[in-house]
Nanobody, 126 residues
Framework: QVQLVESGGGLVQAGGSLRLACGAS????????VAWFRQAPGKEREFVSL???????????DYADSVKGRFTISSDNAKRMVFLQMNSLKPEDTAVYYC????????????????WGQGTRVTVSS
C-alpha cells in the first residue's frame, strides 16, 4: 500500500511563502503522477498542481489558473519527494492541502488518484 505523507503547512501572512513537501513510500507505475489538491472549509476539494515524475512524461507539470505564477511544483525522484513552493500567498489560499498519487494519465480529477495523504493545513492571514 502506497503511503503519502505531507508536511510544511502552517500560518503565514498574506504575501508570504510556504513550501509543502510530500513523501511517497514508492515511485511506481501506479504513482507516476503526484498532485496537490486543497479543500477549504465548506468547499469541494480542488486541483492545485501536478507533476509527472516517471516515464517519457517525466517533468510535465500543470497548475490551476488560481495559482499559476505563484506556486511551483517540483520533485526529488531519488528521495521520492514532491514539493509545492507557494509564494505570494493570499487569504483565499487557506485550505487543507492534500498530496495524491495516481497513474501516468492522471490529470485534474480527484477520481483519478488512488492514494492520498492525510493533509496539511495552510492558513493565510490578511
Amino acid at each position: 500500500q502506497v503511503q503519502l505523507v505531507e508536511s510544511g503547512g502552517g500560518l503565514v501572512q498574506a504575501g508570504g511563502s510556504l513550501r509543502l513537501a510530500c513523501g511517497a513510500s514508492e515511485r511506481t507505475s501506479t504513482t507516476s503522477t503526484v498532485a496537490w489538491f486543497r479543500q477549504a472549509p465548506g468547499k469541494e476539494r480542488e486541483f492545485v498542481s501536478l507533476i509527472k515524475w516517471r516515464s517519457l512524461l517525466a517533468g510535465i507539470t500543470d497548475y490551476a489558473d488560481s495559482v499559476k505564477g505563484r506556486f511551483t511544483i517540483s520533485s526529488d525522484n531519488a528521495k521520492r519527494m514532491v514539493f509545492l513552493q507557494m509564494n505570494s500567498l493570499k487569504p483565499e489560499d487557506t485550505a487543507v492541502y492534500y498530496c495524491a498519487a495516481g497513474g501516468l494519465t492522471a490529470t485534474r480529477s480527484t477520481e483519478e488518484y488512488n492514494y492520498w495523504g492525510q493533509g496539511t493545513r495552510v492558513t493565510v492571514s490578511s
